[in-house]
């Protein structure tokens, strides 16, 4: 029911829409709940530098 919850147990989260609940994440909060600090970005929502900083494994389509 919670974006927390649907992240509980994943190995990395896969944004694949770009519903405004999404641009602004709680980056601290994704890295404390996946298995693995994995991100891959298919709408290209986030700047991969900054994300990268952050500690996460970071993939987006065409960049």
Not at 14 to 29: A, G, H, Q, R, Y
Not at 31 to 42: E, M, W
Not at 49 to 57: D, H, I, N, Y
């Amino acid at each position: 029911d919670s974006q927390t919850a649907a992240l509980e147990g994943a190995s990395a989260l896969v944004i694949v829409t770009e519903w405004k609940e999404f641009k602004s994440p709680n980056f601290e909060n994704i890295k404390a709940t996946l298995k693995l600090p994995i991100i891959f970005d298919g709408r290209n929502l986030y700047d991969p530098s900054m994300v990268r900083s952050l500690g996460f494994e970071y993939h987006a389509i065409g960049r």
